[in-house]
C-alpha cells in the first residue's frame, strides 16, 4: 500500500485526490481544472535554512515542498544543475542603484530570462521522477518567447521527455526564435504556428485534452500553473532576503506580472516565513489583474501587444491561487469563480474577499509611454540597459516611498534579448552577453504549421 504523500498537495477547486510533488509536477493542472498548492504551507522561520551558496539555499528552501517524494540528492542535483548554468557567481546578484532601490538580477541563465531558474531545476526533478515510475512524457507549451525558449535549453536532450513548443511564426524575436530552434536535440519539436500567442495556447488546452494524444501517454504542460515550477522561483527571494541583512522583513518586492507565476512565488515565500515584507505586482497594460483589485471585477479582455511581450496575459492564470489563499482556501468558493470565469469571461469577486486580497498584494499597470520613458531614465541616471519588463517593474518601484523600507525590482530579462525595444528609447541595441552569443551561426530546425488541431496533430506523429 503507498503511503500518504508528504506533503501533500490540493487543488484549489477542492475535488482532486491528494497527490505528492513529483505527481502534481507530471500533471500540471488538477483533475478537476484547479491548480495544485500544498495542504499546509512549511514553516521556514527561524531555520538556519535559508542561508549558504545559490544552490544550497535553493536546496534549503524547496525540501520542505519535495518532501518524500524524490530522494534529496536529486533536488541537490537539480540546484546544483541550475546554479551552473548561470553566468553569474552569486547567480541572482541584488544590485543597489540608488539608496534604497534594488534589481535583483534573474536574467544570468542560459537564455537570459527568470524562467531558466525554476526550469533548470524542474528537468531534472521530472526526468528522475519519470525514472521512479518508468514513464516518458509528452511535454506541450505554448511560448510568446521567454517560456518556450528557457523550456528548450532545460529539457533538451533528455531521456524521459519529449518537448513540442509552439510559437507564433514571425512574431517572436529573432533572439527568442534562434534560442527554440537551434539546440539539435532530437527530443524537441519547434512547430512556428501561423497565428498569434493565443492560437498557441488555444492549440495547446486542445492537445491536452485530445483523447487520441493523452491516451496510453502522459501528455503536460510546463507553464507557471505547474506547481513545480512556481515553487522553484521561491529560492531567489530567500537569497534577495540574505543580501538585505536586517532590512529584509521591510523590503517591498516589485515583480513585473504576467501570469503572476513569479509574483506568486513571492507571495509563497513569505507564507513560508522568509523575511519579506510587501508584494507589488507590475504589469503593462494588459492590466485584468490591476483592475480586478481597483474595481472587484475580474474580466478578460482582448490581450494588447507592448514592448513587455512575456507580460501579454489576458487573464493571469496564477490569480487563481491567490483567490484560494485570501478566501481562507475556500475551494467551492475559488471553483464557483473560476468555473464562471471560463464561461464569461467576467466574474465579481465578494467584498470580503477584495479586501482580502488587497491586503496580500498591491497592483499597478504602466504604460508603454513609461516603459520606453523608464528605459531612458535608467541609462541617464544609472548607466544601465535594462529590458521593458525589468523597465515595467522600475517605473512602478519609483513610485513607492522608501523611507518605509528597501524597494527591489525584479529584473527578469536580459535588455540584449529585446533589442528593438531598447534602441528605440537609447538609440542603440545592447551587447549581448555571453550565453546569447553566436546562436546566428547555428542551423535552425522548426516546423511552420496551420493554426489547427489536426495540423499540428500531424506534426507530433
Ligand atoms: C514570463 C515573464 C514575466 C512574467 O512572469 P509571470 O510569472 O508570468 O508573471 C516577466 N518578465 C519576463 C522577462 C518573462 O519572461
Redesign the pocket.
Known sequence: MAASPFPAYISTRGSSPDVDFTAALLAGVAPDGGLYVPTAWPDLRGTSAVHGGSAALATAVLAPFVGTALPPEVLERAATRMAGQFQHPETTPLVELAPGMFVLE??HGPTA???DYAMQMVAVLAEAALSSRSERLLLVTAT????GA?AVRAFAGLDRVDLVVLHPLGRVSPVQRLQMTTTGAANVLNLAVRGDFDDCQRLVKGLLAHAGLTQGRRVSSV??INWAR?AG?IPYFASAGQSLGSEADRATYV???????????GWAGRKIGLPMGGLL?ATNRNDALVRALETGVYERTQAVSTA????D?QA???FERLVFEASGRDSGLTRGLFEDFARKGRVTLPGDLLSALRREVSAVSVSETETTQEIARTYAEFGRVI????A??LHAARRLDRSAGPVVA?S??HPA?FPESVEAALGFTPERPQQLEGLEGRTEVFESVDPTLEAVLAAIG
Not at 144 to 147: H, I
Open positions: 534573474l536574467f530570462a527568470f524562467k510568446s518567447g521567454d517560456t528557457a507553464n507557471s512556481l522561483q515583480v513585473p506580472t504576467g501570469n503572476f507565476g513569479d509574483a506568486f512565488a505586482a513587455s511581450v512575456s507580460m496575459v493571469p492564470s496564477n529590458c521593458p519588463h525589468t515595467v517593474a525584479l527578469t530579462a534579448k
